[in-house]
């Protein structure tokens, strides 16, 4: 309570009775005069500040009241306020880790490898707790998951904007993928211009060409809107950095950075397969995609394909 909200009634004040210094409710003993209540710690001076004007320094850097008040649950299942709020947890940490790999993508076309290793590193621990969230739900059974499935509609993962950044960051592109967002201007140009760009792992390649790499001349100079394929020329690449690690140490920790993070992205798709073979089986998935199928397709596909070949011939 305020000072202003303590003092909203001046006139019973003024008619009240003096009060007993030996009186409990006496503010200076154990009144509830926010004036006067203070932690009992005050006297050391550790107390923290609790009147304010307006909301909280907190409230106004974290906004939390705009994020706890964004669950919207359209069914009467208690469960789906997990799944809900689970949800937009991920999409929190997609956030996160897209801001990270941008990061990291431009610190690699300034040739800072350091910086660009540190954004890495980071999104590995954030990684690690976007692949947690799947622990609310990864032991959902059928019908658990159909007490409030119904409430998704059309509704799916797939759907997610911040999601498909990450993937184009990872060389995952595809055009197709920005219909759903016609509807939503500022989303649509992100992600096209997200479709454009190069990937962060065709910074990774360029860095490797300037670092005086063999890098094959068509992989520099593809189309960056297209998914990234395979190349046995940028395997030989890697072969070679890892092969003679003194040679370029700080080649070998980018690589080992990128490595974690495909690992990471691995489990994810995996992590997410499960939980989805629990909850439904092989059934259609929500938004008319293939379910199980589409993930396990997903699964197979590997992040920064040649940094794992290449260990074959090292």
């Given at each position: 309570?305020?000072?202003s909200?303590?003092h ?9 009775p ?11 003993t ?15 001076g ?6 304010f ?13 705009v994020?706890?008040h964004?669950q ?29 790999w941008?990061?990291a ?6 040739d ?6 540190a ?12 692949n ?5 739900l ?10 409030y ?9 797939f ?9 184009f ?8 993928m ?12 992100e ?9 962060l ?10 670092r005086g ?13 297209l998914?990234?394929?395979?190349d ?5 690449v ?6 003679d ?12 950075a990128?490595?974690?993070v ?12 499960v939980?989805?073979?629990r ?9 008319g ?6 993930l ?7 992040v920064?394909?040649?940094l794992?070949t ?5």
């Amino acid at each position: 309570m305020s000072q202003s909200a303590a003092h909203d009634s001046p006139a019973r004040e003024a008619t009240a009775p003096p009060a007993d210094p030996a009186d409990p409710a006496h503010p200076h003993t154990a009144g509830p005069s926010a004036e006067h209540a203070k932690p009992a710690d005050d006297e050391a001076g550790e107390a923290p500040t609790v009147d304010f004007a307006g909301t909280t320094p907190y409230e106004d850097y974290v906004q939390a009241d705009v994020l706890t008040h964004l669950q919207r649950p359209l069914s009467d299942d208690p469960g789906e306020m997990v799944f809900l709020v689970t949800t937009q947890v991920m999409e929190l940490w997609f956030t996160v880790i897209v801001h990270e790999w941008e990061t990291a993508a431009g610190a690699l076309r300034g040739d800072d490898i350091p910086v660009a290793i540190a954004a890495l590193k980071r999104s590995v621990r954030e990684l690690e707790a976007l692949n947690a969230s799947w622990r609310p739900l990864g032991q959902l059974t059928p019908a658990q998951f159909n007490s409030y499935r119904g409430a998704l509609g059309e509704g799916s993962g797939f759907q997610s904007a911040m999601y498909r950044r990450m993937e184009f960051l990872l060389g995952d592109k595809s055009a197709s993928m920005l219909v759903p967002h016609r509807g939503a201007p500022r989303v649509h140009a992100e992600l096209e211009r997200a479709l454009a760009e190069p990937s962060l792992y065709d910074e990774v390649l360029a860095l490797l060409a300037r670092r005086g790499r063999a890098v094959p001349e068509d992989v520099l100079r593809r189309d960056p809107s297209l998914r990234y394929e395979p190349d046995e020329g940028v395997e030989a690449v890697w072969s070679e950095i890892y092969g003679d690690p003194d040679r370029d140490e700080e080649l070998v920790r980018l690589g080992e950075a990128l490595t974690d993070v495909a690992e990471l992205v691995w489990r994810w798709r995996n992590d997410h397969l499960v939980a989805t073979r629990r909850a439904m089986g092989a059934k259609t998935g929500t938004g008319g995609s293939a379910g199980v199928a589409w993930l396990e397709k997903r699964a197979r596909r590997n992040v920064f394909p040649e940094l794992w070949t290449a260990r074959s011939h090292v």
